[in-house]
């Protein structure tokens, strides 16, 4: 029966590694908890209709979703509304 496992991290094979392995190293596996450790921050933002349709055209515009480009301009220090 072949062996079918694969890294959770990476998808690497683990025909090679232990029964019970899980990642392939020590990399992966470091990887794998630090994005366990992270947890989502929810904010709930309401808009304008007029500033939500200009979000929507400029997030569809940077192929993202409303929600990605709103994390996307926080994590750059974009002003959520712009002063064009």
């Known amino acids: 029966m072949p062996n079918n496992r694969v ?3 990476c998808d690497n094979s683990l025909a090679t590694r232990n029964s ?3 990642h392939c ?11 366990e450790q992270t947890l989502p921050v ?12 200009k979000l ?18 926080a994590l750059h220090h974009y002003s959520v509304s712009s002063t064009a």
Do not use: N
Request: aromatic share 8%; with cysteine; charged share 25%.
């Open 25 to 35: 190293s020590s990399a992966c596996r470091s990887k794998s908890w630090r994005a």
């Open 7 to 9: 890294c959770l991290q």
């Open 56 to 73: 929507t055209s400029e997030a569809e515009g940077m192929g993202m979703m409303i929600d990605e480009l709103l994390a996307y301009r």
């Open 42 to 53: 929810l904010v709930k933002v309401t808009f304008p209709k007029s500033e939500f349709v």
């Open 20 to 22: 019970h392995a899980r």
